[in-house]
């Protein structure tokens, strides 16, 4: 079975910090992974996703997430946190089924950008 | 863009109350899909349906079922609401599989039902 484990329910950084989120996965095969967004009271949107080739990902303003299969790990970071960033990130595994994938999501990450 | 419509943004229904939550997409996608989101769990999968008339339970079925007659349509029923459902509903879609990298897909999702049982 898949799992995705994201270190840190709550992430705080100041405006202009570097943005680091933490996701560690679980697959017995070759996963395909995302990082999804979801701003205050909206649905989730994506920000970026691995397939295969290049291990460094970018998404979406300025995010960008490298898989690294020896640390089963697919961290995201943004350089320089805008207030904008505000939000709660998740990572996901997806798994493929018969039909089409089925998406396994961490527990979440809620980001605070002070001023 | 796909939209994927979810019918009520806010819901407060009792203990023992039947509830419909109804999804709505937009651009011929196969895969429709519930989810369930509480703080801290994240998004928990209850069903899922690859086509028309067929669905799957996911992680946490129990005390839900399903309904997909059209495609463009999933909806989630409680039979009975329990307080312990009381969470963020999120319904998605995504395209089938058509292809090498159909695990790629990428879902998208409605806004979320809120829903609140008294």
């Known amino acids: 079975a898949q799992s995705v484990t994201q270190l840190g329910s709550h992430v705080s950084v100041s405006e202009g910090a570097l943005v680091l989120l933490r996701c560690n996965y679980s697959?017995?095969?070759?996963?395909?992974l995302f990082w999804y967004v979801q701003y205050p009271n909206q649905g989730l949107q994506l920000l970026l996703k691995?397939?295969?080739?290049?291990?460094l990902v970018k998404g979406i303003n300025g995010f960008e997430a490298e898989f690294k299969k020896s640390e089963t790990s697919f961290h995201l970071t943004k350089p320089s946190a805008h207030m904008s960033d505000a939000a709660e990130y998740f990572c996901?595994?997806?798994?493929?089924?018969?039909?089409?994938?089925?998406?396994?999501f961490g527990g979440g990450t809620r980001v605070l950008v002070k001023p | 863009d796909v939209k994927v419509t979810q019918s009520s943004r806010y819901l407060v229904k009792r203990t023992g109350e039947k509830v419909f939550l109804e999804c709505v997409q937009d651009m011929d996608h196969e895969n429709m899909f519930w989810y369930r989101q509480d703080p801290g769990l994240g998004l928990r999968l209850i069903y899922f349906s690859y086509d028309v008339k067929m669905k799957e339970k996911g992680d946490i079925p129990e005390g839900y079922s399903v309904s997909r007659e059209k495609k463009e349509r999933f909806s989630l029923i409680l039979e009975s609401a329990s307080t312990n459902q009381t969470s963020m509903y999120l319904c998605?879609?995504?395209?089938?599989?058509?292809?090498?990298?159909?695990?790629?897909?990428?879902?998208?999702f409605g806004a979320g039902s809120r829903l609140t049982v008294l």
């Open positions: 996901a595994v997806s798994v493929l089924k018969a039909a089409g994938n089925k998406l396994t």
């Open positions: 697959s017995s095969v070759p996963p395909y």
């Open positions: 998605a879609s995504s395209l089938g599989r058509g292809g090498g990298t159909s695990g790629a897909n990428v879902l998208t």
């Open positions: 691995y397939t295969t080739g290049a291990t």
